[in-house]
């Protein structure tokens, strides 16, 4: 969105499909200009969700995905944290739908880092909830 006149004028940067869809948890901005989400499935509905990543270029916006959740750390939910050294810090969470996705190892969420190292971004899983004494997802 950008001022015009009395209101805003809406561009589009990406509309999803074969590479994602359901983004949720808002964006964020890297010191590049990069803007970073997620989506909570991928390769059109089916999968566990994705981390993109959108750079400007020449006027337009170039989609990367930078990461494919795989079964059992699904449904990505809510806005990165960015640290200095431009680590992403995520959560993920339990998806009711028609399919119960499940996040972490104990499924009820967990929270992860993608740190990016010899040309790739790489998942470290730093806690699983269990549902415990620690939290989890309420159903």
């Given at each position: 969105m950008t001022p015009s006149g009395s209101g805003?004028?809406?561009?589009?940067l990406h509309s999803f499909g074969s590479s994602g869809s359901?983004?949720?948890g808002g964006?964020?901005?890297d010191s590049s200009g990069?803007?970073?989400?997620?989506?909570?499935?991928?390769?059109m509905g089916q999968g566990n969700g994705t981390v993109f990543m959108l750079s400007?270029?020449?006027?337009?916006?170039?989609?990367?995905?930078l990461y494919s959740f795989p079964a059992g750390f699904s449904y990505p939910y809510?806005?990165?944290?960015?640290?200095?050294?431009?680590?992403?810090?995520?959560?993920?969470s339990y998806f009711?739908?028609?399919?119960?996705?499940?996040?972490?190892?104990?499924?009820?969420g967990s929270v992860f880092k993608l740190?990016?190292?010899?040309?790739?971004?790489?998942?470290?899983d730093l806690h699983d909830f269990d549902g415990g004494h620690d939290g989890g997802v309420v159903s």
């Open positions: 805003w004028t809406e561009k589009v359901g983004p949720y964006l964020i901005f990069n803007l970073y989400g997620t989506t909570q499935t991928a390769n400007p270029s020449g006027g337009d916006w170039t989609l990367t995905t809510a806005r990165f944290t960015l640290d200095a050294a431009g680590n992403l810090y995520g959560t993920t009711f739908g028609p399919e119960n996705y499940f996040g972490g190892q104990g499924s009820e740190a990016f190292s010899n040309g790739s971004w790489n998942y470290n």
